[in-house]
């Protein structure tokens, strides 16, 4: 059997995630949606996204006091979002500082609705039945008169 069909799912998603980061201005300088990923092996394939995409839906607190660096850190984030803004470069410094002592808030929706049930439901169904259709043929062609 062949595992295409399969590999369209998370491709769905992919776009979709992609889709809604666009739809809510999150696409500034567009280095987010290029680490939204998906591998292919033997076995299938997987949708992977970074880390800090959770952020963009939740938000964040204010930085702690022993914080870990992001990869890549927060501050060369910051340049390159400012910079795709327009902002000028010796504000930098100063988004850092508010970021690190208010948070920011997230927007609700960004990431959950693309990976809500509803639409993994609505993306899993027309490849379910592509999976159906191939089985349901392998079947018959076992069975099949023998020439």
Do not use: H
């Not at 952020?55 to 870990?68: A, D, W």
């Not at 803004?85 to 808030?105: E, H, L, N, R, T």
């Amino acid at each position: 059997m062949t595992s295409e069909p399969i590999n369209e799912f998370p491709e769905s998603l992919k776009a979709d995630i992609k889709n809604s980061l666009q739809a809510n201005g999150k696409l500034a300088t567009g280095q987010t949606a290029q680490k939204i990923t998906v591998t292919n092996d033997d076995d299938g394939a997987q949708l992977q996204l970074p880390g800090y995409l959770q952020l963009l839906e939740t938000g964040r607190g204010p930085t702690s006091s022993n914080p870990v660096a992001g990869d890549p850190p927060m501050i060369e984030r910051i340049q390159a979002w400012c910079r795709a803004k327009g902002i000028p470069g010796q504000a930098i410094w100063a988004v850092k500082k508010s970021i690190d002592k208010k948070g920011f808030k997230g927007t609700p929706g960004i990431l959950s609705e693309p990976l809500s049930e509803e639409n993994i439901n609505l993306r899993l169904d027309p490849v379910a039945r592509q999976i159906a259709d191939i089985i349901t043929q392998q079947i018959i062609d076992s069975i099949g008169p023998k020439n």
